[in-house]
């Protein structure tokens, strides 16, 4: 049985680690980040680089606000792993480009 979460936070958390876990499988390997950085370990731009972009929006096909709720949770993982950068950045880098 899966933990439930206890508070807002441990629920965020829990669905961060979740979509990092999941991340292997949705772009087959490719494009993927290197972490704590987060740049693409392909091409070396930042992450989401456009390849795993189209990956991405691929995977989710026209569920848009599943594909935005799952970047959503990466966002919450660069977030902890790169605290100099500023967030509408990190949000418009990971998230806007979902719309």
Same mark, same amino acid.
């Given at each position: 049985?899966?933990?439930?979460?206890?508070?807002?936070?441990?629920?965020?958390?829990?669905?961060?680690?979740?979509? $990092?876990?999941?991340?292997?499988?949705r772009l087959g390997g490719a494009h993927m980040p290197r972490r704590p950085q987060w740049d693409?370990? =392909?091409?070396?731009?930042?992450?989401?680089?456009?390849? !795993?972009?189209?990956?991405?929006?691929?995977? +989710?096909?026209?569920?848009?606000?599943?594909?935005?709720?799952? $970047?959503?949770?990466?966002?919450?993982?660069?977030?902890?792993?790169?605290?100099?950068?500023?967030? !509408?950045?990190?949000?418009?880098? +990971?998230? =806007?480009?979902?719309?």
């Open positions: 049985m899966s933990e439930v979460p206890t508070t807002v936070r441990a629920g965020s958390a829990l669905h961060a680690e979740r979509s $990092v876990a999941a991340l292997d499988s693409c370990q =392909a091409c070396e731009q930042p992450w989401p680089c456009d390849p !795993a972009r189209v990956r991405l929006a691929e995977e +989710f096909g026209a569920n848009r606000v599943n594909l935005s709720m799952y $970047v959503s949770g990466l966002l919450d993982v660069a977030l902890e792993e790169l605290p100099t950068a500023h967030t !509408a950045d990190l949000y418009d880098r +990971f998230v =806007a480009w979902t719309r």
